[in-house]
């Protein structure tokens, strides 16, 4: 599975942006789909997934309530609604996609089989 991801920018602080993530390939293998972000000087840090077929989604507490992951399947798409955006939402934003087997609650770098190339989220405060 290949990803793209777009969408990043600057926004002030309590403002939104929209994240999309393009999956191409073998998607029908796909189990989950996730965001993570990298802040500098920090790890790589789940922020939601999505189970591709079932839809479930699941988030890192710090955004809970502020960010929305959704899917379409029709289209191979993947997106993080973000909203109420505060400083330190500011990093590089990853999608990935998970198609081994296993747990559909997955929020470890290392459960996840591709990755895109990031987008850059900055909020201004």
């Known amino acids: 599975v290949q990803l793209q991801a777009s969408g990043g920018g600057l926004v002030q602080a309590g403002g939104s942006l929209r994240l999309s993530c393009a999956a191409s390939g073998r998607t029908f293998n796909t189990y989950v789909m996730g965001w993570f972000r990298e802040a500098p000087g920090k790890e790589r840090e789940f922020v939601a997934g999505i189970t591709w077929s079932g839809g479930t989604t699941y988030y890192a507490v710090s955004v809970k309530g502020r960010f929305t992951i959704s899917r379409d399947i029709a289209e191979n798409m993947v997106y993080l609604q973000m909203n109420s955006l505060k400083a330190e939402d500011t990093a590089v934003y990853y999608c990935?996609?998970?198609?081994?087997?296993?747990?559909?609650?997955?929020?470890?770098?290392?459960?996840?089989?591709?990755w895109g190339q990031g987008t850059l989220v900055t909020v201004s405060s």
């Open positions: 990935a996609a998970a198609w081994r087997r296993g747990r559909d609650y997955r929020t470890s770098v290392h459960e996840y089989d591709s």
